[in-house]
C-alpha cells in the first residue's frame, strides 16, 4: 500500500544544531507539503514543492529549507535550530494542484534545548 | 490571503447527539475547496470531507456533512449521532484553486463526546 513515512518520529537536538527530517512518500505525488504544529496556532505551512526542483516559502519559512531532487522525497532542514522550533512537524502530499485531499505522514516531534 | 477562522477551542456533546463545529474563511480566489481534518490524540491528520465553492449541494460523508453557507462564507461541520471515538481535535482548512494552491488550516476545536 501507498504511504507517507517520516523519519526521526522523535528527535532531541541542541540550539545552533543543523537537523533534517525525512520525508517519503510512495503516493507518487506531484505535490508536497512541510507544516508546523503547536498548541493555537494550528498547523501552519513551512515550504511546499509542486514536483522535482520546484520549492516555495509557505507563511513561516523563515530558518527552514527544503530541496527536491525526486518525486518520492522532501527532506526538511533547519539550518540553525532555535528554541522556537520546538513543535511537531507534518509532512504532507497530494496528487495535483487541484486535489482535494493531502495525505499526511504521521508527524515528527522535535525538541529543541 | 486567505483565513480560517474556527472559534470554539472546545466543545463537548453528549453521545449519539448531533454537534455542529464552526469554521469562518476568507478568501480572495473565485474558486476554492473547503476541508475538515480530524486528529484523534494518538496525532494523525484523518481527512474527512470536501466542499467545493461552485458545488451546489451540501458535502456529506456518513455521519459528516458540511454545511456551508457561501454568502456568510462558513462551512461548518455537523456529526451526527455522535461515538466516543469522535473525541479529537477538528480542523477546517481551505485552498484556492488558483495561484498558488495552498493549504491555510484554522486553529482547531477539541471536541469530547461524553458517555
Known amino acids: 500500500d501507498a504511504e507517507i513515512t517520516q523519519s526521526p518520529r522523535h528527535k532531541i537536538t541542541e540550539t545552533g544544531r543543523q537537523v533534517t527530517l525525512a520525508c517519503h512518500q510512495t503516493w507518487n505525488h506531484n505535490n508536497m507539503f512541510w507544516y508546523r504544529q503547536d498548541l493555537g496556532h494550528g498547523l501552519r505551512l513551512i515550504h511546499y514543492s509542486y514536483g522535482v526542483q520546484d520549492t516555495n516559502k509557505g507563511e513561516v519559512s523563515d530558518g527552514y529549507s527544503v530541496s527536491r531532487s525526486n518525486t518520492e522525497d522532501l527532506p526538511l532542514t533547519l539550518e540553525s535550530a532555535a528554541s522556537s522550533q520546538t513543535s511537531v512537524y507534518f509532512c504532507?502530499?497530494?496528487?495535483?494542484?487541484?486535489?482535494?485531499?493531502?495525505?499526511f505522514g504521521p508527524g515528527t516531534r522535535l525538541t529543541v534545548t | 490571503a486567505q483565513k480560517i477562522t474556527q472559534t470554539q477551542p472546545g466543545m463537548f456533546v453528549q453521545e449519539k447527539e448531533a454537534v455542529t463545529l464552526d469554521c469562518t474563511y476568507d478568501t480572495s480566489d473565485q474558486s476554492y475547496g473547503l476541508f475538515w481534518y480530524k486528529q484523534p490524540s494518538s496525532g494523525e491528520m484523518i481527512f474527512l470531507i470536501y466542499?467545493?465553492?461552485?458545488?451546489?449541494q451540501n458535502a456529506t460523508e456518513g455521519r459528516y456533512s458540511l454545511n456551508f453557507q457561501k454568502a456568510r462564507k462558513s462551512a461548518n461541520l455537523v456529526i451526527s449521532a455522535s461515538q466516543l471515538g469522535d473525541s479529537a481535535m477538528y480542523f477546517c482548512?481551505?485552498?484556492?484553486?488558483?495561484?498558488?494552491?495552498?493549504?491555510?488550516f484554522g486553529t482547531g476545536t477539541r471536541l469530547k463526546v461524553l458517555a
Open positions: 504532507a502530499s497530494s496528487e495535483g494542484q487541484e486535489a482535494h485531499e493531502q495525505y
Open positions: 466542499q467545493g465553492s461552485y458545488d451546489e
Open positions: 482548512a481551505s485552498k484556492g484553486h488558483s495561484g498558488t494552491y495552498k493549504y491555510i
